[in-house]
C-alpha cells in the first residue's frame, strides 16, 4: 500500500524540490499540500516545473487538512512547525525542514532563533555515528541545515578517527535558493549577479550550534567552530571548505584512511579520488555529496571540502532518506546520485 504524503510550505523552495522527489518515489502518493500566503492558489502557478501537480490547488496549513496522512513534510518558516506537529499526533512520521527540533540546547536555541525551545527530534542526517539507528521507526524528524549537512559530512570522519584538534574553520559558498523564495533586498538579481560577499560573520550564524553538536558529538569532548558563510551567484549548490588543527603523529596516509573508512559502504557520499576536487555543478539535483580531504603539513592542518546540492541534500534529499530509513524503506528510495550538467 502507497505511503500517503502531505507537504506543508508546497509553494516555498523547500516544499517544491521535497515534492519534485516524492514524485519520483515509487512507494509515495502525494496527499494534501498547503501554504500561507498562497493558499488558494494552483501549484502550477508558483512550481512550473512541477508538472504533474500543476492543477492541484494549495490549502491553508491546518492540522485538519494535514491529518489522515501517512508522513507530512513541513517546509515552514523556522517556529512554525511546534504547533502544527503537536496537533498531528503520535501515529503520524512528521519531517521538520525547518530548524525548530534541530539542536538540544535549549540555550542556543534561544540564543540563535530568539523563542522558546520546542524540543529535539532523532536528527537526519544519516551518515552521521548513530543516527540510523535513531531514525530507524522513529515518528519525528528533524532535517539538518544546509550548511551543517555540508560542514559535518566533510569534517566528522577527522573527530570519528580522532585524528584532529577540537577546533574546525569553516567557510562556505550558498547558492542563494538557501535563502528562501521570499523576497528579499540582499538577494536582487543585480546585488548577486556576478559578486560573492559574506554574511553572519563572527559566530553570529544560527547554523554555528547545529555544526557545534554534530562535531562534539562525534569527537565525545566540545569542539569550537568559526563559521563564515557566503553568498554565490548560482541558484542551487554548497561548497563547504573546511579545516580542523591536525592531532601530533597524523599523517596523509592516516587522513585518507580515516575518511575512506567513514565513508566506504555511504550510498550518498563519494570521497573523490585523490587530486579531484567537489564542485557544486556535480551535484546539482542529486542527493549526492562528494568530499574530498587533503594534509595541509606546512600549516599541521586537516582540509575536507564537501560539495551538496542545498536543496537536495542539504534539505528535501536529506528529508526523503530519513523518511524512508523511519518507514523500513530501502535507503536510497527515490533518491538518485545523477546529476545535472553542464
Ligand atoms: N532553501 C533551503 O535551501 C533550505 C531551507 N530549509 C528550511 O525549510 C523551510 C522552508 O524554507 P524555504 O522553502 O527555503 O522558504 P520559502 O520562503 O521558499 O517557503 C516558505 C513556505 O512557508 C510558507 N509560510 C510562510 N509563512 C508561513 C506561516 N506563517 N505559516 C505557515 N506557512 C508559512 C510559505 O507559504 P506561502 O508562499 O503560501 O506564503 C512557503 O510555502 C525553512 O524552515 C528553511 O529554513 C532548510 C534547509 C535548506
Ligand atoms: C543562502 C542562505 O541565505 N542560506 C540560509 C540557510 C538556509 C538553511 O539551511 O536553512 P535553515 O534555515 O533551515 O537552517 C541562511 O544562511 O540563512
Redesign the pocket.
Known sequence: MAVRAAV?????????EVLRLLLAHPEVEIGAL??????GQRLGA?QPHLLPLADRV?QE?TAEVLAGHDVVFL????G?SAAVAEELGPDVLVVD???DFRLKDAADWEKFYGSPHAGTWPYGLPELPGARAALEGSKRIA?P??YPTAATLALFPAYAAGIAENEAVIVAASGT??????PKTHLLGSEVMGSMSPYGVGGGHRHTPEMIQNLGGVAGEQVSVSFTPTLAPMSRGILATCSAKARAGVTAESVRAAYEKAFADEPFVHLLPEGQWPATASVHGSNAVQVQVAYDEAAGRIIAISAID??TK??AGGAVQSMNIALGLPESTGLTTIGVAP
Open positions: 506543508a510550505g508546497a509553494s516555498g523552495y523547500a516544499g517544491g498547503t501554504g500561507n500566503s498562497n493558499a508558483l494549495l496549513t517546509a515552514l518558516p523556522h512554525q525542514m525547518g530548524a532535517v541545515g544546509c535558493s538557501g535563502a528562501g523564495k521570499a542545498n536543496l542539504g534539505t
